[in-house]
């Protein structure tokens, strides 16, 4: 599980990298950012890998009565890349993705596909831990 963990965080330090840019630009001048219309997003494969990947999230009371995301700070995200729900890097909205359109245009096909690998990746570390969980029940 260790060896998926890894490749899992090497494939999400790519996809922030060549995110970062776009998402500095469009995302911090944007008056309806869409972490405002969020709350809680982690799913049951986000809480797999923080944990299988030694990472825990320490829940403070003031952040579950925010409105919007709860890690949505003045600066934008609290959390580190590494700690985020997946559909906060896999969730492109129509702006940025003309922006990385108009100047990149290859790079949402290159970020959709890495997305599927980690995606499918994510299922396998699910499917080894259960089994793993399941075997020594």
Not at 14 to 26: C, I, L, P
Not at 70 to 79: P, R, Y
Request: glycine share 6%; proline share 2%; net charge neutral.
């Amino acid at each position: 599980m260790f060896e998926i963990v890894t490749k899992i965080e090497s494939l999400l330090t790519e996809t922030v990298s060549m995110q970062k840019d776009y998402v500095e630009r469009v995302c911090a001048a944007c008056e309806t950012s869409c972490c405002l219309r969020v709350h809680y997003l982690f799913n049951e494969k986000d809480i797999f890998f923080l944990r299988l990947s030694g990472r825990e999230l320490s829940w403070r009371r003031e952040l579950l009565t925010k409105k919007g995301c709860w890690f949505l700070g003045e600066q934008g995200c609290i959390l580190d890349p590494g700690y985020r729900p997946f559909i906060c890097h896999t969730y492109i909205c129509h702006d940025l993705e003309m922006e990385m359109n108009r100047c990149d245009p290859g790079l949402m096909a290159v970020l959709d596909e890495k997305f599927k690998i980690i995606g499918r990746m994510r299922s396998l570390l699910r499917e080894e831990y259960l089994l793993a969980k399941n075997a020594g029940a």
